[in-house]
């Protein structure tokens, strides 16, 4: 819905439709601040606020909710709202502009997880840790926000294999 730069990625009635369709057969839905806001109703500006999005969020029939934290201040603190309760991921913040396709990659992380047979909780744990590395060990490619190096555990920065 809304991509890290700020920049929007649907209009206005995406989120009405989105409740209505997907949201009751959603297994994992995985916003960051401003989507979570888009969809909850709420101003978010805390973690107190990214929990209770997360649960309002659930009340529409997402069976599991991820508020991802990289908006605030200070450390990348994500919420996982799962049936169980409410789970703090947290993890250093890498300063890098080399953020593009974070939601994306860390999306894909999950399923990966999640089809593998982990639990939603390891699932989402791992695929954090994941996206954290991808970040701290990325490059700049170009101008503006390059990608994150989701190849690091395979090749240095010079490109022999490891």
Do not use: Q, W
């Not at 920049?7 to 009405?16: I, N, P, Q, R």
């Not at 839905?29 to 990214?50: D, R, Y």
């Not at 934290?69 to 991921?89: I, S, Y």
């Amino acid at each position: 819905m809304v991509a890290t730069s700020g920049d929007a990625l649907s209009e206005g009635g995406t989120v009405l439709t989105m409740r209505e369709k997907l949201f009751p057969i959603v297994t994992l839905l995985t916003p960051n601040i401003p989507e979570a806001e888009a969809i909850s109703g709420l101003e978010i500006k805390n973690e107190n606020h990214m929990e209770k999005a997360a649960r309002i969020i659930m009340n529409m029939g997402v069976k599991n909710v991820l508020v991802k934290g990289g908006h605030l201040t200070g450390d990348a603190v994500d919420h996982l709202c799962t049936p169980e309760g409410v789970h703090k991921l947290a993890c250093k913040r890498v300063d890098s502009p080399n953020t593009h396709g974070t939601g994306c990659t860390l999306s894909s992380a999950i399923t990966a997880n999640l089809a593998h047979g982990m639990d939603m909780l390891s699932a989402v744990t791992k695929a954090k840790n994941y996206i954290t590395e991808a970040i701290e060990k990325s490059f700049t490619v170009g101008k503006g926000h390059s990608p994150v190096n989701h190849f690091y555990d395979y090749y240095d920065l010079k490109g022999t294999v490891l």
